[in-house]
């Protein structure tokens, strides 16, 4: 109820007025009461991203369920990808911008996430070049989701027609096929 | 000499600390005095990213000197804009993060500059696959720009590295040498 209450305050008020304290007061608890939730604002901030995560990575599996090749699956996932930072976009930047006080390590629950999700991409990858060897499969893994990610945050962030006419969702459809057909003709 | 002290400004202080009477200050003059080179911070802000802009076209412009085909232009293009934006973190991050009070039009010297870049990636897109329609090439230009972008902004804010080992570089060499192959092959 408290995370539900966070993601709700981040998407109508912006990353400024997530706090414990905001929190409390819309589900109706002093902020003292929260205390047993969250230690402080970051640890209120990490939480709420892993959630955000859990829900990033529910809407890529109902992405691929239907996908037949590995190509698919990859398109597919830069499509998620998408969609999930336009439809939850202060969600989506939290994870990326978060401004935690303190320069912390990231509990393993959250970086475990991220690793199986770059675990995912990788696993497609390696299915299209089985032959590569799995670091050069796991930097694959990493520039494509770079490049996903930069048209994904110049689109939500309205900078993207800067540079032509073409939507986000076609412009990672022509980095990803692109990237991989070069992939596929090196290996 | 005012634009001069907006960029140290800006790296030294961030962009919060960015107004014309802290840049009025720094050379020693009254805020009111400014007021004939900046309007006001909008303005100061559009002045400094086109400033930006011209040092950004400057270093891609040494980087492309020595290139003798078009691929390995596009790949100097990719190291120089990572490279600028390295070194130049809080000038390079205004571009995107302007934070403008108001949503004005911006001015058409500083969109030409930007057209005038995408116009460089598209010349060489253009020349490594002739026969190509030139809207499929300018949406090249745009998701190459914004896969660069991508990799460029997790390196710049310390990201990257949730997602691997290997530095930014590396990964938009491998994204833009991928994509080029990809394109040839299917042009």
């Not at 369920?65 to 976009?89: E, I, K, N, Q, V």
Request: hydrophobic share 45%.
């Amino acid at each position: 109820m408290a995370l539900d209450a966070a993601a709700a305050l981040l998407e109508e008020q912006g990353p400024e007025r997530l706090t414990t304290r905001a929190v409390a007061g819309r589900i109706g608890y002093t902020a003292g009461s929260l205390y047993f939730l969250f230690r402080n604002r970051d640890d209120l901030v990490l939480q709420t991203n892993e959630r955000t995560l859990d829900e990033l990575r529910a809407g890529i599996d109902s992405a691929l369920a239907d996908c037949p090749t590995p190509r698919a699956a990859l398109l597919a996932m830069g499509r998620a990808y998408l969609s999930f930072a336009a439809a939850h976009p202060a969600r989506w930047r939290l994870i990326f911008e978060h401004g935690l006080h303190e320069p912390i390590e990231l509990p393993a629950s959250l970086t475990n996430k991220i690793d199986e999700l770059f675990g995912l991409v990788a696993g497609y990858l390696a299915a299209l070049t089985p032959e590569r060897d799995p670091h050069a499969v796991r930097r694959s893994a990493q520039s494509l989701w770079g490049g996903v990610h930069g048209i994904t945050v110049l689109a939500v962030t309205g900078k993207l027609e800067v540079g032509g006419s073409d939507p986000a969702e076609s412009l990672i459809q022509d980095l990803i096929g692109h990237y991989l057909v070069g992939l596929v003709q090196l290996t």
